[in-house]
């Protein structure tokens, strides 16, 4: 069996600055990647140019086999990768069921099914369906942007920073589920975090970001060296 998501080699930028120099990775069914690395060394470049934001210059992505890196966004989606961006961009204006319907247009036909199983996994958006989002607390909007991202089945979900601005208990109760998510369903998690502890807590390995390059792949037991930590984040 093929890895599930296959980057090999990618380059890209904005307009003239290519910012990834040759991105390879793996990522296996129910398996959550972490990747870390200082600021500014190309970690959501790498996330826009895995769901067509940014387009490829060099490299390929393949998606259980298939080549989707000159796919469009939402035929990405459509295949079946989810991302949960930066600063969740969550649609503030409209309700919770609404927000969710908007990840639901990826794949509609599984909608009501998947509707369900998030809900399942966020039970605090189950109360709150009716409420504008912009009500809700930076953790709660957090776990709506993960949920819209489920909503639609992906077979890849790509986490931006999903602990950024959020409290600890909060950030803790985000990293069982996901941990719950990847074991339950097969979704591979490619999860860019600054949370160190969360990433000790969930991922099964994680690789280092620098200028634009994975420099290193740690195993669960080098995570727990803050020294080597330190080193990597102050590259
Ligand atoms: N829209 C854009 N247009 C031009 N340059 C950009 C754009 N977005 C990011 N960059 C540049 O690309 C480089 C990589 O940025 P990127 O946001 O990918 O880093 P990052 O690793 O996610 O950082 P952080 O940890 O701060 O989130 C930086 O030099 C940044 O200034
Ligand atoms: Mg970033």
New binding site residues.
């Given amino acids: 069996m093929s890895v599930l998501l296959e980057v090999s080699g990618i380059e890209g ?3 003239g ?1 290519r ?1 990834l120099n040759g991105v390879t990775l793996g990522i296996d069914r129910g398996e959550i990647l972490a990747l870390i ?12 140019a895995l769901i067509g934001l940014v387009p490829l210059g060099a490299g390929s992505i393949r998606l259980d086999g298939d080549e989707v890196g000159h796919d469009k966004p939402y035929s990405r989606a459509q295949k079946g990768i989810g991302y949960v961006p ?1 600063g969740r961009e969550i649609f503030g204006a409209l309700t919770v069921a609404e927000n969710l319907q908007v990840g639901a247009q990826a794949n509609r036909a599984r909608a009501a099914e998947m509707k369900e199983k998030v809900v399942g996994y966020f039970p605090v958006l189950k109360a709150k369906l009716q409420q504008k989002a912009a009500t809700m607390s930076g953790g709660e909007q957090q776990q709506l942007a993960i949920a819209r991202a489920l909503i639609s089945a992906p077979r890849i979900l790509l986490l ?2 999903p602990s950024e601005g959020i409290q600890p208990s909060i950030v803790d109760l985000i990293g069982e589920t996901l941990l719950k998510i990847a074991k339950e369903t097969g979704i591979g998690v490619l999860l ?1 975090e ?1 949370d160190m502890g969360m990433v000790e807590s969930i991922a099964t390995r994680c690789c280092v ?1 620098d200028k ?1 390059r994975i420099v290193d792949t740690l195993s669960p037991a080098q995570l727990a060296d803050e020294e080597l930590i330190r080193q990597y984040l102050a590259l």
């Fill in positions: 930028g904005y307009g600055g910012v690395g200082r600021n500014g060394v190309g970690k959501t470049t790498l996330m826009r930066q931006d920073e860019v600054q970001m634009g």
